[in-house]
């Protein structure tokens, strides 16, 4: 494996815990994609060859020697990270994005909502009040938050059930409207993936989603 800087990735036995780790050659690693993208390659690469329980450290953590890894974190922390561990065994993180088309969607709920749509349909070729600009506007914006959020409650129902913990995370753009990770059985994957799989199929094509089946669990792998 190499790491960062195309340097070689070795192993280090510290109280117990064994590290991976590459030399540095910079002071500083921006977080870019293409070095994050190699970060993540080498922790991908690591729990192809077995290692599945990792815990992933901070990108860009440098260290000068072992014993400040041994003084700052092992022997401060050593009883969280064996925590960490055991929850961990046994077990991944998979993630899943949702995305939508809020154009198509609007059309949709225009097509589905006979009421709504005649009152739009009235305000046209109108000159209208900045009253009943907003009012319709927040009517519309209602529907369309409604709209996002059963569709979100469906996917929760369907996969929560799945995961021995979920994290919902911030969405990163505005077409995004769900983005979650799930720790779930390491050999439940298979079964995870044909639900995700039996919910794009029930949209219809009207969702894109982005499923990610083999990741570090970076979103469970919190120290308290």
């Known amino acids: 494996m190499q790491g960062l800087d195309k340097q070689p990735v070795y192993t280090q036995e510290v109280d117990g815990l064994i590290f991976l780790y590459s030399e540095a050659l910079q002071e500083k690693y921006l977080a870019s994609r293409r070095n994050l993208l190699g970060h993540e390659k080498v922790l991908e690469l690591a729990m192809q060859a077995g290692y599945r329980t990792l815990l992933p450290l901070r990108f860009g953590l440098i260290v000068r020697d072992w014993e400040t890894v041994k003084r700052q974190l092992t022997m401060l922390q050593g009883q969280g990270l064996q925590r960490l561990f055991a929850k961990l065994e046994g077990r991944r993180e998979v993630g899943i994005k949702i995305f939508w088309d809020p154009d198509a969607e609007l059309q949709l709920l225009l097509a589905e909502n006979r009421q ?5 349909d009235g305000l046209l070729g109108k ?12 009517a519309l914006e209602r529907e369309m ?6 569709i979100i409650e469906v996917f929760e129902r369907t996969l929560n059930p799945l995961a021995v913990e979920v994290v919902e995370n911030d969405t990163l753009m505005e077409k995004m ?11 439940d994957e298979e079964k995870f993936s044909e639900e995700v799989e039996a919910l794009d199929q029930k949209f219809d094509g009207r969702l894109r989603i982005r499923y990610n089946n083999f990741t570090a669990p970076f979103n469970f792998a919190q120290l308290e």
């Open 116 to 120: 709504l749509r005649a009152k739009r």
């Open 177 to 187: 409207i769900y983005n979650a990770a799930y720790l779930i059985p390491w050999d």
């Open 145 to 150: 938050r409604s709209r996002q959020e059963g």
């Open 127 to 138: 000159v209208i009040s900045v009253d009943e600009t907003i009012a319709i506007g927040q």
